[in-house]
């Protein structure tokens, strides 16, 4: 049995990459969604577009990953 060990190490450090990119965008979403909800800041409609090309990013990434997932959709 044989074990490509550097392909192994390619694909744990773009699955972290992409993980660390994931929850930074996430992330983002909801700091648009309390901004829109914060009242003093003024920026209800920027905040709510903010998350939602968030939120709508995050959707197309978990999408794309069960895309490459299931054999069917291929």
Known sequence: MHVDWSALGRVAAVSLGVTVAVVVVFTFGVLGLSRAEDPRTGAG????LQAGLCFLACAAVVAYGIYLIVPQFH
């Not at 409609?45 to 709510?48: D, I, L, V």
């Open 45 to 48: 409609a920027t905040g709510r």
